[in-house]
């Protein structure tokens, strides 16, 4: 099977922790091991949330004043370059000979695209209210809470296209796991008067980029994997219940927390959709689980489908 990982951003930083290469390090390797079972029976491509070091490096640069701060989109490239260098290093040490391959992945986005007025993605880390403001006032940025604290929020337009797909695909025809659209791709969009193709200062939601990514590059199944079982119905109320199957209808018809599941629920929708095949979301631990359809939420285009179970662990 050709398989498309979206791993959540609990996979290289989780919230509260210092943004330390070397915690980073622990837990992609933690990441891989899981990974690595998947990718000895099936074709894997491999995408990743990267807000947190995106807004460390943005931290960073404004910190250099004798040069101007440098824009999302470099930062993203910057953020894809080494988390899949991590990432690529955790896979060869777990899958010794396997070839693995990231590739810096521009997205096409739209200049009319209401996001840019209305900036709600939130990157790098969390902080208090009143540093928050403290640093909105001193570089220019938006704010909002996020949980019990406040992070940066930028504009999050829609992906359009995957500018490097033929090469993925090249890649993925050789054997080799690919990591590519890391943190959603690096927004890019081309000039309507010259036709050239640049950079714009936003960032692409990672959950949709992998719909599209699945979507383009025609994957049997789509896995977006995070730090909870399964989707849950209700979720941090007291009636809270895990759903374990589901329709993209049955699960547009709920309410999510935005930012948080919300983007996974519409990205496996727009797979389901689109496609026809089935979409998984669950725990990064239990991916193969996720895969045979023993664990987390399995989204299908009927609730017969979604319940099937079939064992997708046997088919290669």
Known sequence: MRVVVALGGNALMRRGEPLEASVQREHVAEAARSIAALAKHHSLLLTHGNGPQVGLLALQSESYRAVRPYPLDVLVAESEGMIGYLLEQALQNELSGRQV?????????????????????????V??????????TEHGWQVARDGAGYRRVVASPEPRRIVEMETIRRLVDTGAIVICAGGGGIPVFVDPASGRREGIEAVIDKDLSAALLAIQVEADFLMLLTDVDAVEEGWGGPGARPIRSATPARLRSLSFAAGSMAPKIEAACRFVEATGRRAGIGSLARASEILA???????APTEAQATAGTSYEAIS
């Open 101 to 125: 391959a990231t590739v810096l992945t521009e997205v096409d986005v739209d200049l009319a695209d209401p996001a840019f007025a209305h900036p709600t993605k939130p990157v790098g880390p």
């Open 127 to 136: 902080y208090t209210e009143g540093e928050a403001h403290r640093l909105a």
């Open 293 to 299: 359809g023993r664990s987390g939420t399995s989204i």
